[in-house]
């Protein structure tokens, strides 16, 4: 299959509709940026402003094979989906192209390039900025008008390497207390393109050094204050910073799990993939540690941290309007982290029954359980590796994985159906569901390995 550039063929077609009805069309934002960073580069979408009646050049493009759908009707933004490839067209905001980009949130953003002549419109020296890397908002209100934009500009300081200037940044520390004043919903999405966009594992750093993180997830002062224990020499917030961390040298490969297929994490719930949300999981993973704390007699404990945690994560993900399949993803992640470091630390006579009990209580969620666990761990033990610890621990972790693929191939390949059991015991409800379970574990455990056996086993049982 040829790899087409939907966008490029999307430009070629514009500048004919654009040549028959001699309009003015301007090319803006990302795109634009992008390519004036690397000429080479192939952005994935591309935003228009149009200067004239944006239905008919709609009508043009839909004649040409285009669908468009409206974004926002009231100011004239349409949206057309290509493959991966986001088109958006928009009636111009003012009188003039320079007008328009006025409205934008940084300087970098705010250059146009018009369709037909490709010739540059850069009012507000954003070519200047790009070259030295510097975020610029556009105007003193640019960030003030609409807060979440401080956010996409971390998301660009991360991803291009660019840094603020010093007028933006007291602007952001003047106005980053507002930002949930904004739609949630578009608070959510920012943050999650900043995880996305964080390959070096910072996100939550340059957030926190901005005073941004603790406008948005609870409790990230209080967990400054408090951690420091027999286990750990750093805080709550910087071993969760380092947590994520070393999940995101994971996902790079810096770090290497055996057994750990990354690919599954690539599946996608909503917009973002589940690596996105267990990035998330893997910083939020001890958040429950401050209602936890407790000081007895110069000893601190923080029993119970994951329990509060989870609760924590359902309202905060539930308040940020997150997918409900995520809330569930990241609450049972953050629920169950401790979960392994018990087994290893238990060292369980008969370790097959104790996975087993692991496997079935959080299943769906066991690969990533684990791998925050090792994160976890692996964190813990940067400073303090108490008999080799740290070796040990992962080599249980990749153990574990290796047995919840066991586990997971015979669930999959299941000895009876539900249809096989009710012929065999004549009866229907939930000892059907309860024979199924227990010829699976049992299968696990490696008392029954046909299927022959497992009708021989229901035989004899009374359900």
Do not use: W
Request: glycine share 6%; aromatic share 12%; hydrophobic share 40%.
């Amino acid at each position: 299959m040829i790899n087409l550039n939907y966008v490029k063929k999307f430009i070629y077609d514009l500048k004919r509709v654009v040549n028959d009805m001699e309009l003015e069309v301007y090319l803006v934002g990302g795109y634009v940026r992008d390519k004036l960073m690397n000429i080479k580069a192939e952005p994935k979408d591309a935003d228009f402003i149009i200067n004239g009646d944006i239905h008919k050049i709609i009508e043009e493009l839909e004649k040409r094979g285009y669908e468009f759908f409206p974004i926002r009707e009231d100011v004239g933004i349409y949206r057309c989906i290509l493959d991966e490839n986001t088109i958006d067209i928009s009636s111009m905001k003012g009188s003039s192209i320079e007008e328009d980009l006025k409205s934008r949130d940084f300087t970098v953003n705010a250059i146009a390039m018009r369709v037909i002549h490709n010739k540059i419109i850069d009012p507000f020296y954003g070519r200047r900025a790009l070259k030295s890397r510097i975020l610029k908002s556009v105007t003193d209100k640019s960030l003030e008008e609409d807060p979440v934009r401080i956010l996409r500009g971390i998301r660009f300081y991360i991803s291009c390497g660019m840094h603020f200037n010093l007028e933006t940044e007291k602007q952001i520390e003047k106005i980053c207390c507002t930002i949930m004043d904004s739609p949630v919903e578009r608070v959510f999405r920012e943050l999650m393109l900043i995880i996305k966009n964080d390959h070096m594992g910072i996100a939550f750093e340059i957030l926190d050094n901005y005073g941004i993180l603790k406008n948005i997830i609870p409790y990230i002062d209080e967990l400054k204050t408090i951690g420091k224990c027999k286990y750990h020499r750093e805080d709550v917030f910087t071993h969760m910073n380092l947590t994520y961390g070393v999940f995101k040298d994971v996902l790079s490969g810096k770090m290497k799990l055996e057994g750990l297929d990354l690919s599954i994490f690539n599946h996608k719930l909503g917009e973002f993939k589940l690596q996105e949300y267990l990035s998330l999981a893997c910083f939020l993973h001890d958040i429950g540690k401050y209602e936890a704390y407790k000081k007895e007699n110069n000893k601190i404990s923080f029993h119970g941290h994951d329990i509060k945690g989870a609760n924590i994560c359902r309202n905060f993900c539930n308040n940020m309007k997150f997918p409900k399949r995520a809330e569930k993803y990241i609450e049972n992640i953050v629920k169950g982290h401790m979960y392994p470091l018990g087994l290893f630390k238990n060292e369980a006579v008969d370790n097959k029954k104790a996975f087993y009990k692991f496997f079935y209580k959080y299943d769906g969620y066991v690969v990533e359980i684990l791998t925050t666990a090792f994160c976890d761990n692996y964190a813990t033990r940067m400073d303090l590796d108490r008999q080799n610890e740290k070796v040990r621990f992962k080599m249980f972790i990749e153990n574990m994985l290796k047995e919840y693929e066991v586990y997971y191939e015979m669930n999959e390949h299941k000895l009876l159906n539900g249809g096989d059991v009710v012929k065999i015991l004549g009866k229907q409800g939930p000892a059907i569901k309860v024979a199924l379970e227990n010829i699976h574990k049992l299968r696990y455990l490696g008392k029954i390995d046909t299927r022959e056996e497992a009708i021989n086993y229901l035989k004899l049982q009374s359900f």
